[in-house]
């Protein structure tokens, strides 16, 4: 869903406004909704696809623009967690999970109309990292304030630190590829934090005292924080690389 807290190069997003985002599987995605795809049968890839593509074309020939669609999907994403910090958890899932559809959309129409930009990446990946921020201010809010929900300030501090991780997630690529390291790499990017929080909200909402959106929150945390060490590993081993061979260079 970057950006020097964006990533301008290639951003971690499920869409793509820019041509380094064409030919992604035929869905016209990135290559982290792609490691998602993988694990999602044929059959529901061709089922999703089959109903949106007739979409695609309708909102290419609407003349919707990606921006305008980066931008609804924004507002779904905020009305999500005003959702879940209502206390509306199912609600919260379901709008969380629609954005997430949005954001496919506005890729496939981005790559068909030819309307890629580098102004549209920056705006995509700004939004994404917004969109990451206020998901989990609702999701505390609703921590703080819904009567008997267990473990309120561990899960509360955990909303706090998976804010700080997911702009960290996309930080460490944004700065590693301004470097031109490659840093594509992580086990839990936007996508795998949509779906993750998305489905369970949205089938079981927020379980009895909190204890699944809780559960939620931590595994979120924890995974975004693995990234955090593998992106850190990966960029100190090539950059590490990349100076010895500078290093050999300047002596020859």
Request: glycine fraction near 10%; include cysteine.
């Amino acid at each position: 869903m970057d950006v020097s807290l964006l990533e301008t190069s290639a951003p971690v997003r499920f869409s793509a406004h820019s041509p380094a985002h064409q030919g992604s599987l035929t869905l016209g995605t990135t290559e982290v909704w792609r490691n998602v795809a993988e694990l999602v049968p044929s059959v529901i890839q061709r089922g999703y696809f089959g109903v949106t593509t007739p979409l695609v074309r309708l909102l290419l020939r609407s003349g919707v623009t990606p921006n305008t669609l980066t931008t609804v999907g924004m507002v779904v994403v905020v009305v999500s967690a005003v959702a879940y910090g209502l206390g509306a958890i199912h609600w919260g899932g379901i709008l969380l999970l629609v954005s997430g559809i949005i954001d496919t959309l506005d890729g496939q129409v981005a790559r068909q109309s030819a309307l890629t930009s580098k102004f549209g990446a920056f705006y995509d990946s700004t939004l994404d990292r917004v969109g990451d921020g206020v998901t989990f201010i609702g999701i505390a809010a609703y921590l703080t304030y819904a009567p008997g929900v267990h473990l309120r300030e561990v899960s509360v501090i955990a909303c706090m630190v998976a804010i700080v991780a997911a702009l960290l997630v996309s930080y460490m690529r944004a700065r590693a590829e301004g470097l031109g390291i490659n840093c594509s790499v992580g086990i839990f990017q936007r996508a795998e934090r949509i779906i993750l929080l998305g489905i369970p909200t949205a089938l079981v909402g927020g379980g009895k005292n909190g204890v699944v959106i809780t559960a939620l929150v931590i595994i979120l945390t924890v995974l975004s924080l693995v990234t955090v060490v593998q992106r850190f590993a990966h960029v100190r081993r090539e950059a590490t690389t990349l100076d010895l061979q500078s290093r050999g260079t300047q002596r020859g």
